[in-house]
C-alpha cells in the first residue's frame, strides 16, 4: 500500500479510537441465543437482531440441513440465468400470502433490496422524498438513482407535506424505515399514504425492524396499521426477526415481474443459497402457526424499558422492543459498554455517524428467546455500572 496513504488511515484509526467512536469488533463462539459466548465467556447477548430467537430454532435447523441434502450449498448462478430452485419460488409465494399482497421477490440481503429496488424505480428526472433518520441503505440506494432528493424531518409530516407542495420533478417516491433501527419509533404510515394519495406519490417503506415485531403475527407495519393495498412497495429484511439472510420486496404482481427485470442485484449476483432460503420458509411458517414468540418478545421489552426507566435511565421514545439508552458522549457510551461486557452483558454502543453526535448510546436488542432471570440480571448490572460512572 501506498506509505502516505497507509499513514493517513492509521491517524484516522487513531481519531476514531480517541473519541470514542472505534468499533470494537466482537467474535462470537456460539450461536446465537440469549447467551453467547465471547472471549471464552458466557455473556448476556443484549445486541443481536435475533427478536425471535429463530437463528438457532431447532426448526430452522433442521430446515438448512434437509435443504443442505437435496439442493447442495450453493445455487450456482444468478436467479435469471440458472439460480432459481423450486426453494426460492415457494419462498417468494409463501411470502406474498404471509404479506397479504400479489407478488413478492427475493434478494440477497435486505441492504441489496433497497439497492435493487429504488434505482429501478426512479431515475433522472424524477424525485425521491426521504426521511431524515432512513437506514444508511435506503440512502445509498437513492444515491443510485439519479434523481432529485428531498429530505423531510424525522416522522414530520407537516414538514413532508411541505416537501409535497413544492415543485417536484417528474415520478415522486416517498420512502421511509417502519421501525427506526436506532430510536424505535414507527413511521406514521397512515398519514403518510394518506399525503401521498392527496399529492401522487408512490410510497415505499422497509420493514426491515418491524417484520416478525410488528402486525399480525409479526406481519409488519402494513399489517400494523391495516394498511393492505395501500402501499406500492414493501422492503423487507431476513436477516432480522426471521433470522437467516436475506431480503425481499413486495407488492402487486406487476411490480414483482418488472423487479426481476430492472433489480440489479436480482440480475447479476449469486442467488441465496439453498438452506438459508429453506431455513426461512420454515421461519415464517412458524410465524403464520402462532404468535408465541412475538408476545413474548413485547413483554420482555416493555418490562426490561420500565424498570430501566425506573431505575434512572433515559430510554428515548421507543415504541417497540428496541431500547435506547441514551448516554450523550460516545466516550461515555463506549466505557459502558466495556464495563457491562464486563459483567457479563454484551451490549454494543453506538455512536456518530450511526447517530448524530451528542446522541450516543447503548442500543439494547430484546428477544423472545430472554428469560425473567436473564431481565433481572441485565438491569442489576446496568444500574451497577450506571451508577458507578455517575450516569443516574
Known sequence: MNEEFEKDLKKELKNLKDEGLYNNIRTLESPQGAWVEINGKEVLNFSSNNYLG????????????????????????????????????????????FKKVEAAITFQSGFTANLAVIP?????????ISDKLNHASIIDGIR??????????????????????????????IVTDGVFSMDGDIAPLPEIVELAKKYNALVMVDDAHGEGVLGTHGRGIVDH?????????????????????????????????????????????SAVTPPDVAATIKSIEILEKDDTLVSKLWNNGDIFKEKMKEAGFDVGHSETPITPVMIGDAKDASEMSSKLFSERVF?????????????????????ATHSEDDLKFALSKFEKVGKEMGLI
Open 54 to 97: 429463530l437463528a438457532n430454532h431447532k426448526e430452522t435447523v433442521e430446515a438448512a440441513k434437509k435443504a443442505l441434502d437435496k439442493y447442495g450449498i450453493g445455487p450456482g448462478a444468478v436467479r435469471s440465468i440458472a439460480g432459481t430452485m423450486t426453494l426460492h419460488n415457494e419462498l417468494e409465494e409463501k411470502l406474498a400470502d
Open 120 to 128: 429501478a424505480l426512479v431515475g433522472k428526472g424524477d424525485t425521491v
Open 144 to 173: 443510485l438513482t439519479g434523481a432529485d432528493v428531498k429530505v423531510y424531518d424525522h416522522c414530520d409530516m407537516e414538514s413532508l407535506k411541505s416537501v409535497l407542495q413544492s415543485d417536484l420533478q417528474g415520478r415522486k417516491l
Open 225 to 269: 396499521f391495516d394498511l393492505h393495498g395501500e402501499v406500492d412497495v414493501e422492503i423487507g429484511t431476513f436477516s432480522k426477526a426471521i433470522g437467516t439472510v436475506g431480503g425481499c420486496a413486495a407488492g402487486s404482481a406487476t411490480l414483482i415481474e418488472y423487479l426481476k427485470q430492472q433489480g440489479r442485484p436480482f440480475l447479476f449476483s
Open 347 to 367: 451490549a454494543q454502543s453506538i455512536g456518530y455517524p450511526t447517530v448524530p453526535k451528542g446522541k450516543a448510546r447503548i442500543r439494547v436488542m430484546i428477544s
